[in-house]
């Protein structure tokens, strides 16, 4: 692994990418750092301290919610509104056009993405701010607008640093800021888990946490299944179905082409951690907005869709399966496989090209997107059974964090390790 950094290092190119990354990282942590103006920050910490769906997007922003900086809201209006934007090429023709356009319809789309993400923030940013009125120190309408405006404009900022990160960097701008985010938050809750230690006085094992605090095994415990999560995950991040490819022989001029075999790789979760995270996300909004009201259908709202109640869960659940079946969709199309096959002379051997073939693989990718749905949803939900088995309360790293902190290096690394390979360097992966 040492070895493969330092020859990572050496190559110009592959150095300037990773350092112009980790310099924007830490742009980013100086950016939680900076306060929102006129805000008590006391007051909103007191309320993320209670447990709510608020703690989980603080734990997502970095710990910028806590602290009410600029970037408090951190990319989830932008999320919501690629979720929207995804949606909306599927029901206006003219978008799934420009979508297939090649480069300049997905700028265009892009653009409008960003047009959606200052309009949601906008909106999220005047709900936080008059939601937490009792945190405003000088509350008006004038003060809420430059409460929204501020954290708009620290949306925006992310929304531009990710794009940079994607285009000059190394790895998914986007999902990177929410790595840092997490990681950032870490040390914290370490230091949370070693408090609790020391309520218990250090004994082996507890039952009751709110009296006797956190035993030595209890910790063993959640660290044994966070071990076992981060081999599953590594496994069905890397674990694929290879579709064998046969290509028949044909003569072009005086050469013959074609004769070999090779195959389609179909991996077992083909849309990554992004379910996850626009389920997360679209929960998320209602909920924050519904909690700065004290109207009785807000509060219903609340209640029914905490982050621990049956309901919350459930809708998680069914969201993150929905979501990877509607993500691998639009990354992988059974037809277009099938007609570029047909195309270039090649078919899956017992398979008639054409419609067949794309019926085959349509077939094998609903199986495998169903494993690999299960497998998110599965691990998203796993820190509400975690806490009750364990008895180590707040085990927000323990799913859906984990999930994406793993997932997030994966592919980082996977991107580092094209690199390399292509200059004939010995990559990570051995």
Same mark, same amino acid.
């Given at each position: 692994m040492l070895a493969s950094l330092r020859s990572a290092f050496r190559i110009p190119d592959l150095r300037r990418r990773i350092m112009f990354t980790f310099w924007m990282l830490i742009v980013i942590r100086v950016g939680t750092h900076i306060a929102v103006p006129g805000i008590n920050v006391a007051a909103i910490r007191e309320l993320i301290g209670q447990g709510t769906l608020l703690s989980l997007m603080d734990l997502f922003s970095g710990g910028?919610?806590? +602290?009410? #900086?600029? *970037?408090?809201? #951190?990319? !989830?209006?932008?999320?919501? #509104? #690629?979720?929207?934007? +995804?949606?909306l090429q599927m029901i206006i023709?003219?978008? /799934?056009?420009?979508?297939?356009? @090649?480069e300049e319809g997905r700028r265009k789309l892009q653009q409008y993405g960003r047009y959606g993400t200052l309009i949601l923030g906008m909106m999220q940013g005047l709900g936080m701010a008059y939601g937490l009125r009792q945190a405003v120190l000088n509350p008006g309408w004038g003060a809420y607008f430059m409460i929204a405006i501020a954290l708009t404009a620290g949306t925006v900022f992310l929304m531009w640093l990710g794009e940079q990160i994607t285009e000059k960097g190394i790895g998914n701008g986007i999902s990177l800021i929410i790595f840092a985010g997490i990681v950032s938050r870490s040390p914290a809750g370490l230091a949370n888990l070693f408090r609790y230690m020391q309520v218990g006085g250090w004994q082996l094992i507890t039952t009751n946490v709110e009296q006797q605090g956190v035993g030595i095994l209890n910790i063993l415990f959640l660290a044994s299944i966070a071990l076992l999560v981060v081999a599953a995950v590594v496994m069905i991040q890397e674990g694929d179905r290879r579709i064998p490819v046969q290509y028949a022989k044909r003569v072009v001029g005086r050469k013959m082409y074609g004769g070999q075999s090779t195959h389609i790789p179909m991996k077992v979760n083909q849309a990554g951690v992004i379910p996850v995270i626009f389920a997360t996300s679209l929960l998320a909004f209602p909920t924050t907005i519904a909690s700065f009201f004290t109207h009785p259908i807000a509060k219903w709202i609340t209640d029914v869709l905490d982050q %621990? +109640?049956?309901?919350?869960? =459930?809708? /998680?659940? *069914?969201?993150?399966?929905?979501?990877?079946?509607?993500?691998?969709?639009?990354?992988? &199309?059974?037809?277009?496989? =099938? &007609? &570029?096959?047909?195309?270039? @002379? @090649?078919?899956?051997?017992?398979? %008639?090209?054409? %419609?067949?073939?794309?019926?085959y693989l349509d077939r094998v990718l609903t199986r495998l997107t169903l494993v690999g749905a299960l497998f998110l949803a599965t691990v998203a939900i796993m820190p509400n059974f975690v806490m009750n088995i364990t008895g180590v309360p707040n085990v927000n790293f323990g799913g859906t964090a984990l999930l994406i902190v793993? =997932?997030?290096? *994966?592919? !980082?690394?996977?991107q580092i390790e094209s690199h390399l390979l292509m200059r004939h360097y010995q990559g990570f992966l051995r």
């Open positions: 910028a919610l806590a +602290s009410f #900086s600029v *970037l408090a809201m #951190s990319v !989830t209006p932008y999320i919501t #509104s #690629s979720i929207i934007m +995804s949606l023709p003219a978008w /799934e056009e420009m979508a297939k356009e @090649g %621990r +109640s049956l309901v919350f869960i =459930s809708l /998680e659940f *069914l969201l993150i399966i929905a979501f990877a079946y509607f993500y691998t969709a639009m990354t992988f &199309n059974p037809v277009d496989v =099938s &007609n &570029n096959l047909k195309k270039y @002379g @090649g078919f899956v051997p017992g398979i %008639r090209p054409g %419609r067949p073939t794309a019926q793993v =997932s997030v290096a *994966l592919e !980082t690394m996977k």
